[in-house]
């Protein structure tokens, strides 16, 4: 049974998605939304996410909207180092100060500023150790950052009792005609 879900994926800018209005974000958005509702139907509590912008601040606002029904589901932010966001732009910081707020736990794996990618390793290993299953929004024949995660999860699983649950480009394209479908 899946209690926790680390959602993760691509970054936005790996997407070629570079503001809130690209038609991409819902697309991905229904995704999460789609395989959280089979999960909480199953008894998912716990969403996890490390605040990366892209896959992971969407994932966030699914979990947002899914709480007005699903009332007992909770998430939390486990960054890799301190202020992530701190070079970001004013407008990506202040979405994400939204999701840190709606957040039920936030921490840092580190605990202080950022150092090396070594961060980013420890964080992935950390939530990968505490959840029960991956949900990542990954396509294996666009590589991107989350080939890094992926490979840390195969690895994990060798000796653990572990999902992984893939979303990929094919996936993704169901889910645009079934949108499209549903606009007519």
Do not use: C
């Amino acid at each position: 049974m899946i209690k926790t879900l680390y959602i993760s994926g691509y970054r936005a800018h790996e997407l070629g998605i570079f503001n809130d209005k690209h038609p991409g974000i819902s697309i991905i958005k229904k995704a999460i939304e789609n395989e959280l509702r089979k999960l909480l139907d199953d008894g998912l509590e716990w969403v996890v996410i490390s605040g990366g912008q892209g896959v992971e601040t969407w994932a966030a606002e699914v979990v947002i909207d899914l709480r007005k029904e699903f009332t007992h589901l909770k998430y939390s932010i486990i960054t890799p180092f301190l202020e992530q966001e701190k070079n970001w732009n004013e407008v990506k910081q202040q979405k994400y100060a939204y999701i840190l707020g709606q957040a039920d736990f936030v921490t840092s794996v580190t605990k202080r500023p950022y150092e090396a990618s070594w961060q980013f390793i420890e964080k992935d290993k950390f939530i990968i150790q505490n959840t029960d299953a991956l949900l990542l929004i990954y396509d294996e024949e666009n590589e991107g950052s989350p080939k890094y995660l992926k490979r840390l999860a195969d690895q994990y699983i060798e000796n653990h009792d572990y999902e992984i649950i893939l979303v990929n480009a094919y996936d993704l394209q169901i889910i645009a005609e079934e949108l499209q479908q549903s606009d007519w």
